[in-house]
């Protein structure tokens, strides 16, 4: 395994609540993404981070915020947690190849249900 | 952001069977990757193909990369049930610090029988 994890992997809140997700790594690597991940819509970047307190947000980023206080760390916090916020987080890390090419490693994804 | 579409969306097969899965774009593809993600857990890269025409064989499995880098397919040669799960193509977009933001196909989602 690449050494990231995720954590929880499985929270249920109620509308209105803060929900903060953290991603740990212990690859050293500069970028760290948030996806989610929807029936039907496939997997959508929420925000990623290219180094320590250096973020930026994807096409889905409405509603979250993210932080990264440290390399190893990006927490992605949802301040007031809704329905529609009910969906399956994924953290990934990237390396980028000599050939340019960007890969990602995924953690093992939290499963979060918005009642 | 550059738009993925990948087909068939699902596909049911019986052990032995050959497939093929597609991933296509309207813009030309700087690179792409393929993944595969088992339920319950995040997705796995596969391959990753870089040069327009290019082919990567990993065991039974054979990616193929358009000449102009818009298209890419995946074929299984004698799939079994261990292949089940949900493949995904992906590829970077824009350059510079936009060339770390993956996009995603929806994915196709494979059930082989046995």
């Known amino acids: 395994d690449a050494g990231i994890t995720q954590s929880p992997r499985h929270k249920v809140t109620e509308t209105g609540t803060p929900v903060t997700l953290r991603c740990h790594q212990t690859e050293n690597h500069r970028y760290m993404y948030w996806y989610r991940q929807d029936p039907g819509h496939g997997l959508r970047l929420i925000h990623y981070?290219?180094?320590?307190?250096?973020?930026d947000k994807g096409e889905v980023s409405d509603g979250y915020s993210v932080s990264r206080s440290k390399t190893e760390d990006f927490l992605l916090t949802l301040e007031s947690a809704t329905s529609s916020q009910t969906s399956v987080y994924f953290c990934?890390?990237?390396?980028?190849?000599?050939?340019?090419?960007?890969?990602?490693?995924f953690g093992a994804g939290s499963r979060l249900t918005v009642l | 952001t550059q738009l993925l579409e990948q087909s068939p969306q699902f596909l049911s097969i019986q052990e032995g069977e050959n497939l093929t899965v597609y991933c296509n774009s309207s813009?030309?593809?700087?690179?792409l990757q393929w993944y595969r993600q088992e339920p319950g857990e995040g997705p796995v890269l596969l391959v990753t193909?870089?040069?327009?025409?290019e082919v990567k064989k990993l065991k039974r499995l054979t990616f193929q990369f358009g000449d102009a880098r818009k298209d890419s397919s995946l074929h299984i040669t004698a799939a079994q049930p261990g292949d089940t799960g949900l493949y995904l193509c992906?590829?970077?977009?824009?350059?510079?610090?936009?060339?770390?933001?993956?996009?995603f196909g929806k994915g196709t989602k494979l059930s082989v029988i046995p």
């Open positions: 992906a590829s970077a977009g824009g350059s510079g610090a936009g060339s770390y933001q993956l996009t």
């Open positions: 193909v870089v040069t327009g025409g």
């Open positions: 981070s290219y180094g320590v307190k250096d973020t």
């Open positions: 813009s030309v593809f700087s690179s």
């Open positions: 990934a890390i990237s390396a980028h190849l000599v050939s340019g090419a960007n890969v990602l490693t």
